[in-house]
């Protein structure tokens, strides 16, 4: 890539996430960020913004955009009730350099019970599905709720996060998906004050409905990288593969791809 399609590539980047109100899609739920050890209201919030390069092969899949956050509204001790509001822009280079073709909603509400450094969360997880510059006459969405079990624990300079979840649908439009049964983990190593090692894994499966004509659908991914910090967030640098389900809207295809990119988030 030469530097000005570098250059443009960042531009346009930027401000397809900054524009954003709120890949194939993120179906997966993601936990929310580490309790801040308060009580109180909004005794959390954690932005990020992420861009990536996708290795596909595909006109429809060159990058991968995030824009988004989760917080804490209240923390009652034993627990905390929680959202997190995600964007995902996909862009392409079938009718430009740079061809936003998908926008995809994710919106996670939970409320939990803690005992020590286990927790426990009811969670409704919503995904919308939406297109750019390309008619889409019906919705493709639907609804999930179910339970999350997640433990953080540190041991000397290693935080390790594991997570597990099992959701049910409760409402849908267009895809086959009955429920997903999922988990996933972190490690976060400190190398110094300013530079953490990190690692993070996530594997899932959805059951389709028995009238559907394909089987569960497996995927899962996993990046490595580093985390920069500075004096009021970081930006991590990671590599990884992704095998995703349904990476197209309307194709019902599981895509593999490896990526590279970066993440800015502030302080959790």
Same mark, same amino acid.
């Given at each position: 890539?030469?530097?000005?399609?570098?250059?443009? &590539?960042?531009?346009?980047?930027? &401000?397809?996430?900054?524009?954003?109100?709120?890949?194939?899609?993120?179906?997966?739920?993601?936990?929310?960020?580490?309790?801040?050890?308060?009580?109180?209201?909004?005794? @959390?919030?954690?932005?990020?913004?992420?861009?990536?390069?996708?290795?596909?092969?595909?006109?429809?899949?060159?990058?991968?955009?995030?824009?988004?956050?989760?917080?804490?509204?209240?923390?009652?001790?034993? %627990?905390?009730?929680? &959202?997190?509001?995600?964007?995902?822009?996909?862009?392409? #280079?079938?009718? @430009?350099?740079?061809?936003?073709?998908?926008?995809?909603?994710?919106? #996670?509400?939970?409320?939990?019970?803690?005992?020590?450094?286990? /927790?426990?969360?009811?969670?409704? +997880?919503?995904?919308?599905?939406?297109?750019?510059?390309?008619?889409?006459?019906?919705?493709?969405?639907?609804?999930?709720?179910?339970? @999350?079990?997640?433990?953080?624990?540190? +041991?000397?300079?290693?935080?390790?996060?594991? /997570?597990?979840?099992?959701?049910?649908?409760?409402?849908?439009?267009?895809?086959?998906?009955?429920? /997903?049964?999922?988990?996933? %983990?972190?490690?976060?190593?400190?190398?110094?004050?300013?530079?953490?090692?990190?690692?993070?894994?996530?594997?899932?499966?959805?059951?389709?409905?028995?009238?559907?004509?394909?089987?569960?659908?497996?995927?899962?991914?996993? /990046?490595?990288?580093?985390?920069?910090?500075?004096?009021?967030?970081?930006?991590?640098?990671?590599?990884?593969?992704? @095998?995703?389900? #349904?990476?197209?809207?309307? #194709?019902?295809?599981?895509?593999?791809?490896?990526?590279?990119?970066?993440?800015?988030?502030?302080?959790?």
């Amino acid at each position: 890539m030469t530097p000005r399609r570098l250059v443009g &590539a960042t531009v346009v980047l930027a &401000a397809a996430c900054a524009l954003a109100p709120a890949a194939g899609a993120q179906t997966t739920s993601r936990p929310p960020g580490a309790s801040s050890g308060e009580t109180g209201f909004l005794t @959390r919030y954690r932005f990020h913004l992420d861009a990536t390069r996708l290795g596909a092969n595909d006109p429809r899949f060159v990058w991968d955009a995030d824009f988004g956050g989760d917080l804490d509204f209240v923390d009652y001790g034993k %627990g905390r009730i929680s &959202a997190l509001v995600n964007f995902e822009t996909i862009l392409g #280079d079938q009718y @430009r350099s740079f061809d936003p073709n998908q926008g995809n909603y994710t919106l #996670d509400l939970s409320a939990s019970l803690r005992q020590d450094a286990n /927790e426990v969360a009811l969670v409704f +997880h919503h995904v919308s599905r939406h297109l750019s510059d390309r008619p889409k006459p019906f919705p493709i969405d639907w609804n999930m709720a179910g339970v @999350r079990f997640m433990r953080r624990s540190t +041991h000397g300079r290693l935080e390790v996060t594991i /997570e597990g979840r099992a959701l049910g649908t409760i409402r849908r439009s267009y895809v086959d998906y009955t429920a /997903e049964v999922g988990g996933g %983990g972190d490690l976060n190593a400190a190398l110094s004050a300013h530079v953490t090692a990190i690692v993070h894994g996530d594997v899932y499966g959805i059951l389709v409905e028995k009238t559907s004509t394909r089987k569960t659908q497996n995927g899962g991914s996993v /990046e490595a990288g580093v985390r920069l910090r500075g004096a009021k967030g970081a930006v991590d640098l990671v590599v990884g593969y992704e @095998r995703r389900v #349904d990476a197209g809207p309307f #194709d019902f295809l599981t895509r593999r791809w490896f990526f590279g990119g970066f993440r800015l988030v502030s302080a959790s």
